[in-house]
């Protein structure tokens, strides 16, 4: 059986057994031995492992990221729109999601301000600048400190790729480490349905089952309306803007391989059919394409990026946690810079979700909450992210006129691809 349908199986028993016990709260021996038992446990080993992944899964990912992008002789100044664009709309996708979970406040009705739990005392801005800087990058392993070992693996693969022959043999090991990591990944994924039950069903066993349904499916709506809007003002305000290009063609274009990355919920699995889109639709020369998008699926996420913001502060909502205006501008720097690192696979989000938490100071065991509604919204970001990858392509190839603008304005030519693709 999928994953996806095992998670959403295992989601549904949890809330209808934590709902059944509810009632019965007060039997020490369903509280004990059950709620805060079994459940506990369980649901405590998942979130464990998940953190586990964390530190080695942004470390490797980003390592093999920022040696992908550093090629010398790409460094030009295609690179540098291309990394420039893809970083800008991340903050703005991030931007959009703050704004919009602060004044819809998606968890304000959730029961979870009864709970105890103290978020870390804000660190003053300054000390966060000197910070991003680690003096020891064991303690920085260590601790978890997200911002330093994601500083440090840029360094890290900027050195990989400069140092020559001795500095391919490191780059060599750290792909193949990648995908020792991402095979780790898919098998704490594997159990993924029972921590889901767990986590669940103490959740449903200890709260309000009304008012965690209506903070969940707000927080749902939020994440997809933001996800829409994105698409639709960010890419096709640039894509008008900054490349003079008709967005309704361009989303017409691409429309094949949305639907592919909706179903497949992989940019990396995607990315043959985004590239056919990019050249057979929109016209772009496959000298641009054949860097801007691989790059794209390495470090643009602005789906991603979106989901971790309303979730952010969906979670801090649920608790009753008021974030400063420093944590909110941490989390928007946390996000966009480990978006370099987030793989294109199916669910790594949720687990990168963890060291944006870590740095606003929030509960990641809060994340046990979102995971079983994830997988829709795990489809519908992963189409935004390759969207957003070949609008940028295409801006930069306009820029750099790089770009075949007859057939990108040809209808003909977007029926008759998407006809072969049916």
Excluded at 47 to 62: D, H, Q, R, W, Y
Excluded at 357 to 384: K, S, V, Y
Excluded at 396 to 402: D, H, L
Aim: glycine share 8%; charged share 10%; aromatic share 8%.
């Amino acid at each position: 059986m999928n994953i996806s349908v095992k998670i959403l199986i295992f989601m549904v028993a949890g809330a209808i057994v934590g709902t059944i016990l509810h009632q019965f709260t007060g039997n020490s021996l369903i509280n004990d031995y059950l709620i805060n038992g079994l459940f506990h446990v369980g649901g405590k080993w998942f979130i464990n492992a998940l953190k586990m992944l964390m530190v080695p899964l942004v470390f490797v990912s980003i390592v093999c990221g920022v040696c992908s992008l550093a090629d010398p002789k790409k460094l030009g100044s295609m690179s540098f729109k291309t990394i420039g664009l893809y970083l800008l709309t991340t903050a703005l996708a991030l931007t959009l999601a703050l704004i919009l979970a602060s004044i819809v406040k998606p968890g304000d009705g959730m029961p979870l301000k009864e709970v105890s739990y103290q978020a870390k005392d804000t660190i003053p801005f300054i000390q966060v600048l000197i910070n991003l800087i680690p003096s020891n990058i064991v303690e920085a392993f260590v601790e978890a400190k997200m911002l330093q070992i994601i500083i440090f693996s840029i360094i890290f693969g900027l050195a990989i790729t400069y140092s020559g022959k001795a500095g391919e043999k490191v780059r060599e090991f750290f792909m193949s480490l990648n995908e020792v990591v991402l095979e780790i990944v898919n098998i704490i994924m594997k159990f993924a349905p029972y921590g889901v039950f767990f986590l669940i069903a103490k959740t449903f066993a200890s709260f309000d089952i009304q008012a965690l349904l209506n903070g969940l499916l707000s927080y749902f709506i939020l994440v997809i309306v933001a996800l829409i809007l994105h698409a639709i003002i960010t890419y096709g305000s640039l894509l008008k803007i900054i490349g003079s290009l008709n967005p309704i063609v361009f989303f017409k274009g691409m429309w094949p391989a949305m639907l592919t990355a909706f179903g497949t919920s992989s940019s990396n699995a995607t990315l043959p059919v985004t590239m056919r889109c990019v050249e057979k639709n929109l016209g772009v020369h496959r000298n641009t394409y054949s860097f801007t998008l691989p790059l794209g699926a390495t470090i643009n996420m602005d789906g991603t990026a979106i989901m971790q913001g309303v979730a952010t502060l969906f979670i801090a909502q649920a608790y009753g946690i008021d974030l400063t205006a420093g944590q909110l501008a941490m989390v928007v720097l946390t996000a966009t810079m480990a978006s370099i690192g987030t793989a294109g696979v199916p669910g790594v989000g949720l687990i990168m979700l963890q060291g944006v938490l870590l740095q606003a100071g929030l509960p990641i065991e809060a994340i046990g909450m979102i995971l079983g509604i994830d997988r829709l919204l795990d489809m519908t970001r992963t189409a935004i992210n390759i969207t957003g990858d070949a609008a940028v392509t295409a801006i930069v190839a306009k820029s750099e006129g790089e770009i075949d603008l007859d057939v990108y304005n040809d209808p003909v030519i977007h029926s008759n691809f998407e006809e072969k693709e049916a």
